[in-house]
């Protein structure tokens, strides 16, 4: 870890003040992430700036009938907030799918979405990687690439993005809320993560110099029917090799709205707005799943080691829709696929 | 004898639930000194030279050794033999030579006063 | 060790200052403790070197294994993941602290008695991860333990008794 300075923000306008005065600051909240970064010496921040003092710790009923949640709300307080097990249970879920109970119990929401991808290769700072190092090339492309992306990648980044939370966030499609020196403004999820491009070294359309206030979730949670099926090495503490959010919302057999996003496939929660759309009128069952699983795979690419994701992920959303259709949703603690 | 055939709670089992056990790293004495390793960054080759100067000059170092200032070793593999070493294969001899056997083959230990100036230390170790 | 003849003709003077420390308090186990620490220090070296509480162990410092886990403010969380200073003021619980007037807390003689460990190295923090999950009150069936405790690893495999254990204590509290 290199020698940094440490301060705290006091109010959200000094906390704005100190990141401007320093682009090589970074905040720290729950540091699940950036501490381990640091260890690693991939994230060498000048100053750390601690948050965790903010007033952004509330879990609150929007006036539209959404939920608007503070960007200090720790992971595990938010899944088990009452109006979040009630109303946007499949977030509740994806949360619990991912980490430990001690990290949940630490990591920020604002910092869920901020974390950076665990690619191996990102990590190991003896190594060539865009992200770290802009142009200095991937290792992954041609190294061994099992746990990376097979959709929007680049020539120069096939890193995921690792949240769990995140892939319910985005079904959920929700607002980011963020506060910079030029002032407020709002994010659309789905514009918050980026593709990694040409830029893989910027994972988000954060500024340098803003900080996430809220993040708010519109009125639809589909309580009624979601899943968050989640597919990995192990039965738990383990990431995503595919997972899936899926919601619908049904008159009889009848999708009027659908929702269907992917994690552990591309840099960002991977969601299709045509998929969604075309899923609407259909009746909810397996033809109509599998054609929504090609669709939402189309252009999917494989790597030396992990393109058994593609068929691994088509059928993964066959399943989620199918258990979000029947009302059945994926229990986190007892591991059974139903 | 009466333990035979009877389930026995662990003699060590209060000490192990309350925290008292002391394992190896955990005797804190007067002038204790901390170790960063440095490894390699390559599985196979040769270290052909270190640049320590900027290490050595982070306040709180007490020295660094490589393999070109290490205590005497033995060379032999019988002298590293005890009741566990395998019949064949080679001990770790941790840094002997210039020799790179392994990826993350320790190659320098940053001795300092306190661990996390060990570690910062470490970081500032250049290798060819 | 002759460091002596390490170093070069010239001493070489060290310009690159240690970092800064600051001042802070922490409650342990009941007990307010001031120190001074430099900010990189986490609040497990500070408990292990600083405090001289060895009790919460080191296993990976990655916040993987769960071997330090301690309570910070009832909850339990990854003390290697974790700057002292930013627990200025908190409340820290470790695996010393569980025992109150020389009583084993429920959970450190649930362990014992399900012979809940071979090494003992992970053991503190399953008891402390296991404290944090009974006050937690989300876990009712050893299924339910088992993915709650999954942030502990175990490399003798003592897993069964831990959930025996721990069953057992929470059915007492």
Not at chain 1, 166 to 176: D, Y
Not at chain 2, 96 to 121: H, T
Not at chain 3, 52 to 67: E, F, I, N, R, S
């Amino acid at each position: 870890m290199i020698n940094f300075q440490y301060s705290r923000a006091n109010n959200i306008a000094d906390a704005v003040r100190q990141i401007a005065a320093d682009p090589k600051a970074r905040f720290i909240a729950g540091g699940t992430n950036l501490i381990d970064l640091m260890k690693e010496e991939v994230e060498r921040p000048s100053r750390l700036i601690d948050i965790t003092h903010l007033p952004l710790k509330a879990v609150e009923e929007t006036a539209e009938g959404g939920l608007r949640i503070g960007a200090l709300v720790p992971n595990s307080d938010l899944a088990y907030h009452p109006l979040v097990a009630q109303r946007y249970p499949m977030l509740a879920s994806a949360i619990l799918a991912g980490a430990s109970a001690q990290l949940r119990n630490m990591a920020s929401t604002g910092g869920n979405l901020l974390q950076r991808t665990r690619c191996h290769y990102f990590y190991d700072t003896a190594t060539p990687c865009n992200k770290r190092t802009p142009g200095s090339g991937c290792s992954a492309l041609n190294g061994i690439n099992r746990m990376h992306a097979i959709l929007g990648t680049s020539d120069a980044c096939i890193a995921t993005h690792p949240s769990d939370m995140c892939v319910a966030v985005a079904a959920l499609a929700a607002t980011v809320h963020v506060t910079g020196p030029k002032g407020e403004r709002t994010i659309a999820f789905a514009d918050f993560h980026r593709l990694p491009g040409s830029t893989p070294e910027r994972d988000t359309n954060l500024g340098t110099d803003e900080i996430i206030t809220t993040i708010e979730l519109p009125g639809k949670g589909f309580a009624k029917n979601h899943t968050y099926l989640k597919i990995r090495d192990r039965l738990s503490y383990a990431f995503a090799l595919v997972s899936v959010a899926a919601a619908l919302e049904l008159d009889g057999d009848t999708i009027k709205e659908a929702r269907l996003a992917l994690g552990g496939v591309a840099h960002k929660p991977w969601r299709d707005l045509g998929v969604e759309a075309s899923l609407r009128g259909q009746t909810a069952k397996r033809e109509a799943f599998m054609h929504a699983a090609d669709a939402l795979l189309g252009g999917a690419k494989g790597h030396a080691h992990n393109a058994f994701k593609i068929d691994l992920a088509r059928r993964a959303i066959v399943r989620a829709l199918t258990q979000a259709a029947r009302g059945t949703p994926q229990s986190q603690s007892s591991k059974k696929v139903l | 004898m009466s333990y035979i055939g009877t389930p026995t709670s662990r003699i060590d089992g209060h000490a192990k639930v309350t925290g008292a056990a002391k394992y190896a790293g955990e005797h804190n004495v007067d002038g204790l000194a901390y170790a960063a390793v440095v490894t390699s960054t390559i599985a196979k080759g040769r270290v052909a030279r270190f640049d320590l100067s900027e290490a050595l000059r982070v306040e709180g170092v007490l020295d660094i050794l490589t393999h070109e200032n290490r205590p005497p070793m033995a060379r032999s593999t019988s002298a590293y033999k005890d009741d566990v070493a395998p019949e064949q294969g080679e001990p770790l001899r941790p840094l002997y030579d210039d020799k790179i056997l392994f990826n993350r083959q320790p190659i320098a230990l940053v001795l300092a006063e306190e661990w996390e100036i060990a570690r910062f230390a470490a970081s500032l170790v250049r290798v060819d | 060790m002759h460091l002596a003849q390490t170093r070069p003709a010239q001493p070489i003077r060290q310009t690159i200052p240690a970092p800064h420390k600051i001042p802070l308090s922490l409650t342990v186990n009941g007990v307010e403790r001031k120190l001074e620490l430099a900010p990189w220090t986490t609040l497990l070296d500070a408990l292990r070197d600083h405090l001289d509480l060895t009790g919460t162990k080191k296993g990976c410092d990655h916040g993987q294994c769960g071997a330090c886990t301690v309570l910070v403010d009832g909850r339990r969380i990854n003390s290697c993941l974790t700057l002292a200073v930013m627990k200025d003021g908190a409340k820290i619980t470790t695996i010393e602290g569980l025992a109150k007037d020389g009583a084993l807390h429920p959970l450190q003689q649930a362990f014992i008695e399900h012979d809940a460990f071979q090494c003992g190295y992970c053991t503190s923090g399953q008891i402390c991860s296991a404290a944090g999950l009974i006050a937690e009150g989300k876990a009712k069936t050893p299924e339910e333990i088992r993915e709650l405790m999954s942030g502990n690893i175990c490399r003798c495999g003592a897993y069964p008794n831990i959930v025996a254990a721990i069953l057992e204590a929470m059915e007492r509290s």
